[in-house]
């Protein structure tokens, strides 16, 4: 109980972070770096970087990360998931704050958008150190299919290829991050699935955690820096819906829902 009280008592009025702060008037620190003389050279993309895991990348990098959330996620469909969310918002004239923000937390699925991500970062990072432990990566592979029935970055419930694969490679050979050793894994397990007659393509997920990977992100890091990957597309949605008639957006008629409930009921009956 002192102790809590102890710890209290230290935090009181008190911050203790390395974080940064703001000095109004004056200056803003963001870990450890001015943010009006240092981090105004860098792009949007490399401050959330620094910011997410308080290492430095280059523009290249930068580059890679942003054509990530371009090729994986940007997408103004609004039959997708979580962008049906800020379409929703929209044809009934919420704001765009909500709206993506509504989004945002629906994009914490688990079977789509971030879990499975984290597990597809997971799977890739563990089975790296697995075989540099002496491990055979088709003993893993197999094993894992066989305890989980799924493989953390492979298949794709819709179709079984990923169309954003190939653009992804063409990125990253272009800015030279093609061959990192966890991006040559994703495509030999890939192999491995193909050989034993196993239906699953590597997707996106696994592609971006691949490259996350090689640039040196934890998975927690990965997770936060997908954490907004998809709101290119949110907006979109949203304005669309907002500029058109209220309440027209994907209007289904009752005769079409097939009910098999309680009949009817009088209220106060």
């Known amino acids: 109980m002192k102790k809590n009280l102890s710890n209290l008592i230290q935090h009181e009025n008190n911050w203790i972070t390395e974080m940064g702060a703001s000095f109004p008037g ?32 280059s523009e290249d990098q930068a580059r890679l990360f942003e054509g990530i959330w371009v090729i994986s996620a940007s997408y103004p469909d609004p039959r997708i998931w979580n962008n049906r969310v800020a379409a929703l918002a929209g044809t009934v004239r919420s704001t765009g704050s909500l709206a993506i923000s509504a989004s945002l937390a629906v994009s914490e699925a688990t079977n789509y958008g971030q879990r499975p991500l984290i597990k597809a970062i997971d799977f890739l990072i ?9 491990e055979g990566l088709e003993n893993i592979v197999l094993t894992e299919l066989k305890s989980k029935r799924m493989l953390a970055g492979y298949g794709r419930p819709i ?32 192999q491995i699935l ?20 090689d640039q040196g992100l934890a998975p927690n890091e990965f997770y936060h820096f997908m954490s907004l990957c998809f709101t290119a597309g949110f ?22 829902v097939s009910y098999s409930g309680e009949n009817a009921r009088e209220w106060g009956k």
């Open 26 to 57: 004056e200056r803003v620190v963001f870990r450890g770096k001015d943010v009006f003389q240092e981090l105004s050279k860098f792009s949007w993309m490399q401050v959330l970087l620094f910011g997410i895991t308080g290492r430095e990348f």
């Open 126 to 134: 563990d089975t790296c150190k697995r075989i540099k432990a002496g």
């Open 159 to 190: 179709v079984n290829k990923d169309e954003r694969i190939k653009p992804l490679l063409e990125l990253s050979q272009k800015l030279g991050y093609k061959d990192g050793e966890h991006v040559l894994l994703a495509l030999e397990i890939e």
């Open 194 to 213: 193909e050989k034993n007659n196993y239906p699953f393509k590597l997707n996106a997920a696994g592609m971006d955690a691949a490259l996350a990977a």
């Open 235 to 256: 907006f979109p949605c949203f304005i669309d819906t907002n500029s058109t008639s209220e309440g027209v957006f994907f209007p289904l008629r009752c005769e079409f």
